[in-house]
């Protein structure tokens, strides 16, 4: 029997013209521009693409709809979409990187050295697009693009764990990979306060200028530290700075965790230029969303995890990404520990106190340190006394640990709360306890159990 012989490339061809003129020019050249007629069979069409990424984000986003108009172009005939990762697919090689939203590590012609500011895990291809974050993804992608001329300056706002610091480092790593002549600055608004008075005090204000005003691209995380307290003088700074890029073309884009008008203490003028490029904001992912955040950082465990726990936490964790992997770290490392797969009844079990927990933003330092003075038999005073004997030095350091951990407050404030300790103190604190954790087996299992009765604790207050 012979094999029936069908093309159905005009079909395609007529289908992509259709969807480009229905979506906006934007869209269709972030996400359709680089989906390729490959071949076809009976009631099936192959197309390709040039990343795993852009797979991912066209079945998800776009698979239905496509099928969709194939129905229509065809008169009413079924044909399916299948889709295959195909990374030089008919295009030449200057024209693949110059289309291309995004350039793998892989894909570059000579190995680039990380970025020493910059975690390289914060790419675009671990970031999972849905509604709640598609314009920001969008933007920042175009952003790194074309660094210093679309959508500049860019402010990405949104909760606690939404992503914000994964878009913006993101977009750093891309530009880092992709321009090798631009420099790349990436800072959190606690420390270009620090630096900027560290430098002050050691009166080399102009190595400090010299740092963030002959860069091409400045990304700073948590600007809504700046209305933190007194930092006129830090903001005056980066009003200059802000200025001295914007007329250069440079890049700037900044991440807070509310709309700018809803910002304290912050002068005017400030406030104008933080909001006077494209805003863009984050919301809590949906379902669908939750879902495929989980199935992708599931992907890359060693730990096989049920599609109906995957359920079972997306049901019960509406909040942030940050609060879906808390879930999913906390499964892996039941499972890790025990020797045991993870099954619907143990998900139940073991994130009991997580699905019925208070928002972390519920938490005060106050209780962490009573919390913390009670399990360690000290008093609340000790903590934040000067004394540095091991009795009390291991409570603090715990204690500050788990300020860093659960609570949004800058390492400043949490030094402040423990006897005017500065923010250096604190983080060698927050790393001293990491690696006893790693050290220790036993210290995990104590670090959670404190954590609990910090949320019960939160309760009551």
Known sequence: MNEIKTDYSDVWQETIKQIREETTKSEYMLWLNRLSYESSKENAITACVPSTLLLDQIRTRYLQTIEDKLE???G????????????????DEKQEKKDAPLVSSVETKKAIPQHAQLNERYSFENFVIGENNQFAASAAIAIAKNPGRSYNPCLIYGGVGLGKTHLLQ???????KTFEDKKVVYVTAENFTNEFI??????????????????DVLLIDDIHFFQKGKKESTLEELFHTFNALYENNKHIVFTCDRPISEMRNIEERIRTRFSQGLTTNLDAPSYETRVAILKKKVSTLSVAIPDDVI????????TNVRDLEAALTTLVGYAELVNKNITLEIAQTQLRDIFSGPEQNNVTIDTIKRTVADYYGISFSDLSARKKTKALSDPRQMAMFLCREITEYATTEIGQEFGGRDHSTVMHACEKIKNKMKADSTLEPAVQNLIKKIRENSIKV
Request: proline share 2%.
């Open 170 to 176: 993101a977009i750093g790593n891309q530009i880092h």
């Open 311 to 318: 359920d079972l936490i997306c049901n019960n964790v509406t």
């Open 76 to 91: 009413g005939k079924k044909i399916a979409l299948e889709l295959v990762v195909k990374k030089n697919h008919a295009r």
């Open 198 to 215: 560290y430098n002050l005090e050691n009166r080399t204000p102009l190595k400090f200028k010299n740092k963030y005003r002959n860069t």
């Open 72 to 74: 229509d172009v065809s």
